[in-house]
């Protein structure tokens, strides 16, 4: 069995083109570098980024959609596997039992539900797999001060805020991600 990393992504692409560079150049390292793709299954935004650049550079794509989101997001027809399940629960536990690691690029509110929840198994011993935030262009600073000021104030203990680690560039989030 190949390596695979879960990529957290948008079913949008953000302003400008720059969002669209990054998920390409994250699903091209991580093919590059070994590893397989599991995504959310859509063919929109940056989702269809990931897994397009992902299968163009001769990678493996596996994609988990709800079936409710099947028709918003387009479920992505060409993939090397496509799981449609009932539920967002459902494609979040199928998406870590098929990742040996985690990260989110740049996205909205679904991108950090999934991201947060994983972080949450990571913290309650559910999952042992390391999770990483992607920084670009600073992208994720204020988060990352967030969860510092969570420390501070004794939300979050020193141990679990080392469960996430981040990078500007993916190739040292994968560098880092491989250390664990």
């Known amino acids: 069995m190949s390596k695979r990393i879960g990529i957290f992504c948008g079913a949008r692409t ?15 390292r991580a093919v ?57 629960h459902e494609r979040k536990a199928l998406m870590a039992d098929l990742s040996d690691a985690f990260i989110a690029i740049p996205g909205g509110y679904g991108t950090m539900d999934e991201f947060h929840e994983i972080v949450t198994w990571a913290q309650l011993a559910i999952h042992d797999k390391p999770v990483g935030l992607l920084n670009s262009d600073g992208y994720y600073d204020e ?10 104030e004794g939300f979050v203990s020193e141990t679990n805020r080392g469960l996430v680690r981040s990078a500007g560039a993916i190739d040292e989030l994968i560098d880092v991600l491989e250390r664990k």
Request: proline share 1%; aromatic share 4%.
């Open 14 to 28: 953000g302003t400008g083109d720059r969002y669209i560079a990054i998920a390409s150049g994250v699903a091209r």
């Open 32 to 88: 590059e570098r070994g590893y397989g793709v599991v995504y959310g299954g859509g063919r929109v935004g940056l989702m269809g980024v990931i897994a397009d650049t992902a299968l163009q550079a001769g990678g493996e794509v596996i994609g988990v959609i709800p079936e409710a989101l099947a028709g918003k997001e387009i479920a992505h027809a060409g993939l090397t596997q496509l799981h449609v399940v009932g539920t967002m």
């Open 143 to 152: 988060l990352l001060a967030l969860y510092d000021k969570m420390v501070r």
